[in-house]
């Protein structure tokens, strides 16, 4: 919420649903005077984890932005989808194909700022520049993996000295760069840069035309 906060205009922030799924947070906010829609994880529950109730909240919002027209800006910070076998029966990923569903269709203007953590499917599902998203951003603590460091070290040198792989681990993988080079991110921003930026790239995207291939309609995963 602090992040969020401060790149809004006056700090002022209308959240949505703030009592339902707040490990995801969904809300309305102006850059600029422009009014913009924020998708962002709170890692301060479940750690940030997509489950089923926020991928449906989050989904829902997104569709909610783009049918009326409001540029989204996500900000990342997940480990992963929640892992555990109630989630698992009751359709984890029939509802977070929802989540993905929602941001690949949308065609309004989409941002995303990498803060910290981006692992695995869940960070292909927030607006990767694998879902369409225009503009992707990563902070110098962002880290774009399949895992954790702990996690891949304990799987990949079982048997070895994990402590001195885990610190290799960490200098090759375990921050934007990587990302960068592949063109997964657009560029490496400087927390006290993101504002600024993310003003200019609104007012950049605010002429966009996209349309998707025409059909009768979409076959969302319900």
Known sequence: MDV??????????YEIQGNYAKNIIVGFGRMNGRTVGIVANQPRIAAG???IDAS???ARFV???DAFNIPIITFEDVPGFLPGTNQEYNGIIR???KLIFAYAEATVPKITVITRKAYGGAYCVMNSKHMRGDINYAW????VAVMGAKGAVSIIFRGQDIAAKEQEYIELFANPFPAAVRGYVDDILEPRETRRRLCQDLETLASKKQSN????HANMPL
């Open 4 to 13: 969020i906060t401060g790149v809004i205009d006056e700090g002022d922030f």
């Open 49 to 51: 984890c997509l489950d």
């Open 56 to 58: 449906v909240k989050g």
């Open 63 to 65: 569709r909610f932005c």
């Open 95 to 97: 509802h977070g194909a």
């Open 140 to 143: 110098p603590t962002a880290e």
């Open 213 to 216: 291939p025409w059909k009768k």
